[in-house]
């Protein structure tokens, strides 16, 4: 059911992805190269893959809110769905921050479907969309999702991150992961996540 939906959604935005093509705007595959960040939430694991071919695989925490999709702010779930690294933070509270396009085309849809956002957000989040930019991130839908560190390591810390999910929503690995994560990041760069 819920997969039918997500074809229903992208089957409706395959007009506004063939107009951005048409008028030239970069493909995001193209600026980012053969590599794919895969993440799976229920086995709390982010994977590298080069094509078909494993580069390198780590042990993940992601949001608190449980299974399923993000769908608003402050539900603490990490969104599900087809993502992109748009923005690099060095120096962030968690040690480095790579900033996903959270809220992409799909959970605009859902946001504008289920009254949480309005028309004027959707197409905000549309545009950017097209145009490889960060969409608004201070719509009812929330935003600053990403890839980060842990920031201070305590023991405690240490052993909360390879315990549980403890994120706000966001996919967290240790500092030194998320360091080494960057070797293999660009823009553009497609982060897939399943639950």
């Not at 595959?29 to 590298?48: F, W």
Request: hydrophobic share 35%; aromatic share 10%.
């Amino acid at each position: 059911m819920q997969f039918q939906q997500y074809l229903k959604t992208c089957q409706r935005l395959l007009p506004i992805v063939l107009l951005s093509s048409l008028l030239g705007y970069p493909n995001p595959e193209a600026l980012a190269g053969s590599l794919t960040i895969e993440v799976y939430k229920s086995n709390q694991e982010l994977i590298v893959r080069d094509g078909n071919s494993i580069i390198k695989k780590y042990r993940v925490a992601s949001g608190r809110g449980g299974a399923g999709t993000k769908m608003q702010l402050g539900d603490k779930k990490t969104p599900i769905g087809e993502y992109k690294i748009l923005e690099f933070k060095e120096n962030s509270r968690f040690h480095f921050f790579m900033q996903i396009n959270y809220p992409n085309p799909v959970d605009a849809w859902y946001g504008y479907k289920n009254e949480l956002i309005n028309g004027e957000e959707f197409k905000e989040i549309i545009k950017a969309s097209t145009v490889n930019e960060l969409p608004p991130q201070d719509t009812r839908l929330g935003g600053y999702i990403g890839l980060h560190g842990i920031g201070e390591v305590t023991e405690e810390k240490i052993s909360i991150h390879n315990r549980h999910d403890w994120t706000e929503g966001c996919i967290a690995l240790t500092n030194e992961e998320i360091s080494e994560l960057r070797q293999f990041v660009t823009i553009g760069t497609p982060v897939l996540i399943f639950d």
